[in-house]
């Protein structure tokens, strides 16, 4: 398989490591110094791109990938006002495109535990909810992407909570995330239940950036020849 890596950060090294191992070929490695490469006849040469950028440059990379004709697996963050048009112009142009906020399989995993103890505390209102993420310094969103989707899966089933905010809070509406920045700290998201009986946590902690980059490579894999709309859920079978 032949990829373009959009985005050549540590991320992006870490997925070009495990590529590589696995016998892909990494046609471009295009950062800012290498802009000209996301021209389509230089990204058409990719079965597939892995774009991990940020906030600022997601959609436009996004959109050039789709008018290069080559699925895109995205897991920058801190772009999702632009997510609906993107969805749209995907089934539109007939393009492949897949977006995580975490390409990990244990984050992945954890995201479904998360959504059935919501579903089981949902009526348990003797239990205050509240949420912690620690990520190391150079993180620039807070929270993060995979905070802000643990909280939208719980603010489904637990009605109670209406709006997330990024601070401690007492009102009884509102679901407080802590983010915390830390070096050296590749992620971890703890979601924790608390009543004057007794607490429920539970966590995810993450000992590298190898998870994450190993699964944006098995979602490219997967990805490649596939034209729709598509998450980890689709690729794990979850």
């Not at 389509?40 to 004709?69: H, M, Q, R, W």
């Not at 009605?159 to 997330?164: L, V």
Request: with cysteine.
């Amino acid at each position: 398989m032949k990829i373009a890596l959009i985005g050549y950060g540590k991320m992006g090294k870490a997925i070009e490591t495990i590529a590589v191992a696995k016998g892909h070929e990494i046609v471009h490695r295009i950062d800012l110094s290498s802009q000209h490469l996301l021209e389509k006849e230089e990204l058409s040469k990719a079965d597939v791109a892995i774009e991990f950028t940020g906030p600022e440059t997601a959609y436009s990379n996004i959109l050039k990938c789709f008018a290069a004709n080559v699925p895109v697996v995205c897991g920058s963050t801190g772009w999702l006002e632009h997510l609906p048009a993107v969805k749209s112009l995907c089934l539109e142009q007939h393009q492949g495109f897949l977006y995580a906020s975490n390409f990990s399989v244990g984050v992945n995993i954890f995201f479904e535990i998360n959504k059935r103890l919501a579903e089981l505390m949902a009526n348990q209102s003797q239990y205050e909810v509240k949420m912690e993420e620690i990520h190391h310094t150079q993180k620039r969103d807070a929270p993060s992407g995979t905070a802000i989707t643990l909280a939208e899966q719980l603010m489904e089933l637990v009605r109670r909570k209406q709006e997330w905010v990024n601070e401690e809070t007492s009102r009884p509406e509102q679901l407080s995330i802590i983010s915390k920045r830390e070096d050296p700290a590749p992620g971890t998201h703890s979601i924790t239940y608390t009543s004057a009986i007794d607490d429920i946590t539970i966590t995810h902690t993450a000992h590298s950036r190898e998870g994450f980059a190993s699964g944006a490579v098995i979602a490219a894999e997967w990805l490649k020849g596939k034209t729709g709309i598509f998450s980890m859920k689709d690729v794990l079978s979850l």
